[in-house]
């Protein structure tokens, strides 16, 4: 996979202490002291509502540069733009093999501009931002007593915006691989999990990788040294580490189709 994309990203990672996963170990203190100590407690999670229309296909093997296509399907299928919406319904519009901007292309397609917000590392990739109404929001991790961690603020915003019906597109820079090392890729966020631990918030994320196609994979948020974010298999088994470039909230935009009657369907046919 070598999708590059369009802006010039500068994206360095502070080395740190991941951000601890393991289960706790069992207490070798007394029973009555072990009770007032904090416990694990269970796991919140979240897929978005209707997170089955969100269909991703696989990423065409003939287009190097083309994991924007899918995720334009899925966006366009999850917000009704298209429900029929294909990989080869968007080549139609856009035969030529150069590398494009997923929001960009559901605009010109569709006529909606998607993102309310974006968070990022890097602030100097947001400057121009302003010109489509979009306000840069700030880091998506933080560093405090040379640990790293999703940053409490964005993960607050992708849990609203998960919560209240929407999507997050993340675009990542891959950090590892012969070839493939600090090429770009997009991720389509579909859910999150947060755990309450004794050493603070383990949080996670549940997306679809164009790579993969229709599968909903867990991407786990700085489990390990100078790794933003790890997604991995059902079975557990790593698949790729990446830095988080951009993370563009879609919060609001199913309500805001819906007042402009662009949406396939109201609502409440999607309850069910």
Request: glycine fraction near 8%; charge should be negative; hydrophobic fraction near 35%.
């Amino acid at each position: 996979h070598t999708h590059t994309h369009a802006r010039t990203h500068t994206h360095t990672h502070t080395q740190g202490s991941p951000f601890l996963m393991t289960a706790l170990a069992p207490s070798s203190e007394s029973p009555r002291r072990a009770r007032k100590r904090p416990r694990e407690s269970l796991p919140v999670q979240c897929l978005v509502l209707g997170h089955e229309r969100a269909v991703t296909p696989q990423q065409p093997t003939d287009r190097p540069n083309g994991c924007w296509i899918p995720p334009v399907v899925s966006i366009a299928r999850f917000y009704e733009l298209d429900s029929e919406a294909t990989i080869a319904s968007v080549l139609a519009s856009y035969p030529s093999k150069d590398d494009e901007d997923a929001f960009e292309v559901l605009e010109r397609l569709f006529g909606v501009w998607a993102p309310s917000n974006v968070y990022g590392n890097d602030a100097s990739c947001f400057e121009t931002t302003a010109e489509h109404g979009v306000p840069w929001c700030g880091p998506t991790s933080i560093e405090e007593y040379s640990t790293q961690r999703a940053h409490p603020d964005w993960f607050a915003d992708v849990r609203a915006t998960i919560d209240g019906g929407d999507l997050v597109l993340l675009l990542v820079e891959r950090l590892e691989g012969l070839r493939d090392k600090g090429n770009t890729h997009y991720l389509l966020v579909v859910g999150y999990q947060e755990v309450a631990r004794r050493c603070g918030n383990v949080c996670s994320l549940f997306v679809k990788d164009p790579m993969e196609g229709n599968v909903v994979l867990v991407a786990a948020l700085w489990d390990r040294p100078e790794t933003e974010l790890t997604t991995r298999q059902a079975s557990g088994a790593t698949l790729d580490r990446y830095g988080i470039l951009e993370s563009t909230h879609m919060k609001g935009l199913g309500s805001r189709l819906r007042v402009r009657g662009l949406t396939g369907r109201p609502l409440t046919a999607t309850l069910r």
